[in-house]
Nanobody
Framework: HVQLVESGGGSVQAGGSLTLSCAIF????????MGWVRQAPGKEREGVAV???????NYANSVKGRFTISKDNAKNTHYLQMNSLKPEDTAMYYCTARCWSKLEDVLVDMDFGYWGQGTQVTVS
């Protein structure tokens, strides 16, 4: 059984920062990667960032240089530090885990095994 619990969403002004957290409860020990996917109203889902168990990362071009994904193995938690936020970053952000695709592909096909419930980020 795997459960993902997100926190840290909210409202912020453009140019501001937010940090999202995702705690993973994984009795299967099958989490080989962790990531974030977002969906804005009326738009398709977009893979934002992913981090592998060995620390390799990948980012969507739209967030490169502004967002940083990291993980704390001891806490089984990963984070998305979002800086220089823009109104177009407004979306529901979903925590994800267990990549079925390669790290370089999973942000496109979003083939994750587990998904959280989502946390709203609003940038005005």
């Amino acid at each position: 059984h795997v459960q993902l619990v997100e926190s840290g969403g909210g409202s912020v002004q453009a140019g501001g920062s937010l940090t999202l957290s995702c705690a993973i409860f994984d009795s299967t020990r099958s989490t080989n990667c962790m990531g974030w996917v977002r969906q804005a109203p009326g738009k398709e889902r977009e893979g934002v960032a992913v981090i592998a168990s060995d620390g390799r990362t990948n980012y969507a071009n739209s967030v490169k240089g502004r967002f940083t994904i990291s993980k704390d193995n001891a806490k089984n938690t990963h984070y998305l530090q979002m800086n220089s936020l823009k109104p177009e970053d407004t979306a529901m952000y979903y925590c994800t885990a267990r990549c079925w695709s390669k790290l370089e592909d999973v942000l496109v096909d979003m083939d994750f095994g587990y998904w959280g419930q989502g946390t709203q980020v609003t940038v005005s």
